[in-house]
T-cell receptor
Framework: AQKITQTQPGMFVQEKEAVTLDCTYDTSDPSYGLFWYKQPSSGEMIFLIYQGSYDQQNATEGRYSLNFQKARKSANLVISASQLGDSAMYFCAMREGTSGTYKYIFGTGTRLKVLA | GAGVSQTPSNKVTEKGKYVELRCDPISGHTALYWYRQSLGQGPEFLIYFQGTGAADDSGLPNDRFFAVRPEGSVSTLKIQRTERGDSAVYLC????????????FGPGTRLTVL
């Protein structure tokens, strides 16, 4: 079964508008971490934001915020005031547990295009 | 400070050849990961090092793939008898002392097997 699901292959947003990128996850582990990464055409994965499963508040980092709904197992990324430089692939990832391998499981990504 | 670096950035080889991909993690990071990203997909885990030892190599697809990290810093991913299906971007990531710390990725090596 898919552990991380990103249902939006592509999204468009007008410059200066806000956009939400969807991510749902599946785990039976009570302790996990959720991450969002940006991958521009250059290929590097750029860390954006992290949410721990026990965190009471939604994570925020500048223009990025994570809408964490634990009961629904969703961790949507909200980008406010979109900029042309935000055009890229965005990946949601999960790390299960606090021991063991710490590997990340990634979704298939959403390609965001910001329109001028 | 310097991020994760990977060399070469691009590697083209012929089917059946041997290749080595290098990863230089962020200074002081003890955890190092290799992932493989095929076209249109998210990265997939290959192997995890904590220090010099491979703590988890469950993601390596077969015994043609091997990775080392002899001094606990630089790591080399080695692929023997390359196949066309090995063509992908190979990403390396490192994290600080604890495995639960955020992973920071390098720019990747694009491997093309002709």
């Amino acid at each position: 079964a898919q552990k991380i699901t990103q249902t939006q292959p592509g999204m468009f947003v007008q410059e200066k508008e806000a956009v939400t990128l969807d991510c749902t996850y599946d785990t039976s582990d009570p302790s996990y971490g959720l991450f969002w990464y940006k991958q521009p055409s250059s290929g590097e994965m750029i860390f954006l934001i992290y949410q721990g499963s026990y965190d009471q508040q939604n994570a925020t980092e500048g223009r990025y915020s994570l809408n964490f709904q634990k009961a629904r197992k969703s961790a949507n990324l909200v980008i406010s005031a979109s900029q042309l430089g935000d055009s890229a692939m965005y990946f949601c990832a999960m790390r299960e547990g606090t021991s063991g391998t710490y590997k990340y499981i990634f979704g298939t990504g959403t390609r965001l295009k910001v329109l001028a | 400070g310097a991020g994760v670096s990977q060399t070469p950035s691009n590697k083209v080889t012929e089917k059946g050849k041997y290749v080595e991909l290098r990863c230089d993690p962020i200074s002081g990071h003890t955890a190092l990961y290799w992932y493989r990203q095929s076209l249109g997909q998210g990265p997939e885990f290959l192997i995890y090092f904590q220090g010099t030892g491979a703590a988890d190599d469950s993601g390596l697809p077969n015994d043609r793939f091997f990775a080392v990290r002899p001094e606990g810093s630089v790591s080399t991913l080695k692929i023997q008898r390359t196949e066309r299906g090995d063509s992908a971007v190979y990403l390396c990531a490192s994290s600080a002392h604890r495995g639960t710390d955020t992973q920071y990725f390098g720019p990747g090596t694009r491997l093309t097997v002709l």
